[in-house]
């Protein structure tokens, strides 16, 4: 039985008995329920090939864009069935940053920023755009860098720097729920430890689901840990207590590199 902690407060999001499939019948996600808290960093751990970037993408109906993959059970934010939402509505509430950091090539710092709304066919004063850019570059810690070459290319920026003009971008939309797949994987130690703090300040307006592979970076800035094994999810709790006391011997094999 998969360990919860009683959770008193109202989730942000319900995951209710979600399975995944191709379309041979392989399960990549089988019957994943959790309650997301609002305003915490919840990590998602486990092996290569466990299910966990598959119910990431389910997050925000990423795997909709390829054939043959069908979803059972349901997501809700706050309390709206995601899957009978229109996707664009979806990805305004849910914004998602991938593992390589990957800024529209051809547009400046600037219009990296507002692209989603450039996208979505919003108008705005000039004047609107500018507050949402440095906003949002400010709220990533990146303005300060950036204010004086707002229109240069964004990939002439280094990768943490292209990192967080993803995030950036992500949160020019203020979405309620920010998914991270494996965020730092391709930066370097200073601009992961970046990132990390970034996330940290960032959760106390967004909630945020991570994927990663780095256990060390999980215990350092999660509140909330899910191990997922084989495609089912063996163990969700607090970090702290999932790290020092595992329910699961599962669990406890992968933290201590008995295999992963």
């Known amino acids: 039985m998969i360990n919860t902690k009683e959770n008193t407060t109202t989730p942000v999001m319900s995951i209710e008995d979600i399975s995944i499939s191709y379309g041979d019948d392989k399960y990549a996600v089988k019957h994943v329920s959790a309650e997301i808290e609002a305003h915490s960093i919840t990590a998602i751990m486990g092996p290569s090939g466990c299910g966990k970037t598959t119910l990431l993408r389910a997050i925000n109906r990423m795997h909709e864009l390829y054939p043959n993959i069908s979803t059972e059970g349901k997501i809700l934010l706050g309390g709206?069935?995601?899957?009978e939402m229109?996707?664009?509505?979806?990805?305004?509430?849910?914004?998602?940053v991938f593992q390589r950091p990957n800024p529209f090539p051809t547009l400046s710092i600037y219009d990296n920023v507002i692209a989603g709304y450039r996208l979505n066919g919003i108008r705005?004063?000039?004047?609107?755009?500018?507050?949402?850019?440095?906003?949002?570059l400010r709220d990533v810690a990146l303005w300060d860098e950036v204010k004086d070459t707002l229109h240069s290319k964004g990939n002439f920026l280094s990768g943490g720097q292209q990192q967080r003009l993803c995030l950036a971008r992500t949160i020019?939309?203020?979405?309620?729920?920010?998914?991270?797949?494996?965020?730092?994987?391709?930066?370097?130690?200073?601009?992961?430890?970046?990132?990390?703090?970034?996330?940290?300040?960032?959760?106390?307006?967004?909630?945020?689901?991570?994927?990663?592979?780095?256990?060390?970076?999980?215990?350092?800035?999660s509140d909330k840990s899910m191990f997922m094994y084989l495609g089912e999810l063996v163990e969700y709790d607090n970090t702290k207590k999932m790290f020092t006391t595992p329910t699961d011997p599962r669990t406890e094999a992968y933290l201590t590199g008995k295999f992963g």
């Open 172 to 221: 020019a939309f203020r979405p309620q729920v920010i998914l991270l797949d494996e965020p730092t994987s391709a930066l370097d130690p200073i601009s992961t430890s970046k990132i990390e703090d970034l996330l940290v300040e960032l959760k106390k307006d967004y909630t945020i689901i991570m994927v990663t592979h780095n256990m060390s970076q999980a215990a350092r800035i």
């Open 80 to 83: 709206d069935n995601i899957y």
């Open 124 to 136: 705005m004063k000039k004047q609107e755009r500018d507050e949402i850019v440095e906003k949002s």
């Open 86 to 96: 229109p996707t664009m509505n979806l990805r305004r509430k849910i914004g998602m």
